[in-house]
C-alpha cells in the first residue's frame, strides 16, 4: 500500500536534548511538508521541501531543522533552541499540484 | 500577505442537518483549493477539492463552492452524521515554483443527537 508513515508516534523529550522525528513515503511524491498543531489549533508550517537536498523554512522554522537526502525521507529535529516544543508534529507529502497526503502524527512532549 | 482562514471556529449542528463551513482566502493566485476533515489525534484526510476556474464541485454528500469575486470558499455536508464531527480545515495552493500549502484555523463540527 502506498503512504505516509510517520515514528514514532510518541516521543518524550527531556530538556535541553534534540530529538528527530521521522517521516517516509512511498507515493514518489517531489513535495513534502512538517506542520506543527497545538491543542485546539490549526496547522502551521515549519519547513517545506519541493525536492531533494532543498527545502524552505515555513512559518514557524526557529528551532527546528530538516533535511532531504532522500526523496522519500524528510525528517524533522527539534533541537534545544525550541522552547515549547511539546505538540502534535504532522508530516505531508504532495506531487505538489494535487492534495496532499497525511502521516498520523507524531505527539511530542516534554518531561 | 496571503493567509487563508475560517469564519467560525466552532459549529453545532443536529444530525440529519445539512451543514456549512466558510472559509475566506485572501490570494488571488490561487489554483486550487482543499478541504480536509481531521479527527481527533488522526492525521487530515482529504475530503474534496476545486480548481480556481469552477464555482462548484460535488461529492459524495459534499459541495464545494468558490466565489472567486470575494474569496469565499464553503463546504456544504448534507445530512450530517455523528460520524462527521471533527476539524475542518481548508487550504490553498498554487500550481507554479512554489510548493507552500497554507492551511486555515480549522472550524470544529459537532454533531448534536
Known amino acids: 500500500d502506498g503512504g505516509i508513515t510517520q515514528s514514532p508516534k510518541y516521543l518524550f523529550r527531556k530538556e535541553g536534548q534534540n530529538v528527530t522525528l521521522s517521516c517516509e513515503q512511498n507515493?514518489?511524491?517531489?513535495?513534502m511538508y512538517w506542520y506543527r498543531q497545538d491543542p485546539g489549533q490549526g496547522l502551521r508550517l515549519i519547513y517545506y521541501s519541493q525536492i531533494v537536498n532543498d527545502f524552505q523554512k515555513g512559518d514557524i522554522a526557529e528551532g527546528y531543522s530538516v533535511s532531504r537526502e532522500k526523496k522519500e525521507s524528510f525528517p524533522l529535529t527539534v533541537t534545544s533552541a525550541q522552547k515549547n516544543p511539546t505538540a502534535f508534529y504532522l508530516c505531508?507529502?504532495?506531487?505538489?499540484?494535487?492534495?496532499?497526503?497525511f502521516g498520523q502524527g507524531t505527539r511530542l512532549t516534554v518531561v | 500577505g496571503e493567509s487563508v482562514g475560517l469564519h467560525l471556529p466552532t459549529l453545532s449542528v443536529q444530525e440529519g442537518d445539512n451543514s456549512i463551513i466558510n472559509c475566506a482566502y485572501s490570494n488571488s493566485a490561487s489554483d486550487y483549493f482543499i478541504w480536509y476533515k481531521q479527527e481527533s489525534g488522526k492525521g487530515p484526510q482529504f475530503i474534496i477539492d476545486i480548481r480556481s476556474n469552477m464555482d462548484k464541485r460535488q461529492g459524495q454528500r459534499v459541495t464545494v463552492l468558490l466565489n472567486k469575486t470575494v474569496k469565499h470558499l464553503s463546504l456544504q455536508i448534507a445530512a450530517t452524521q455523528p460520524g462527521d464531527s471533527a476539524v475542518y480545515f481548508c487550504a490553498e495552493n498554487r500550481v507554479g515554483n512554489d510548493y507552500k500549502l497554507s492551511f486555515g484555523a480549522g472550524t470544529t463540527v459537532t454533531v448534536r443527537a
Open positions: 507515493l514518489n511524491h517531489d513535495a
Open positions: 505531508a507529502s504532495t506531487t505538489g499540484t494535487t492534495r496532499a497526503f
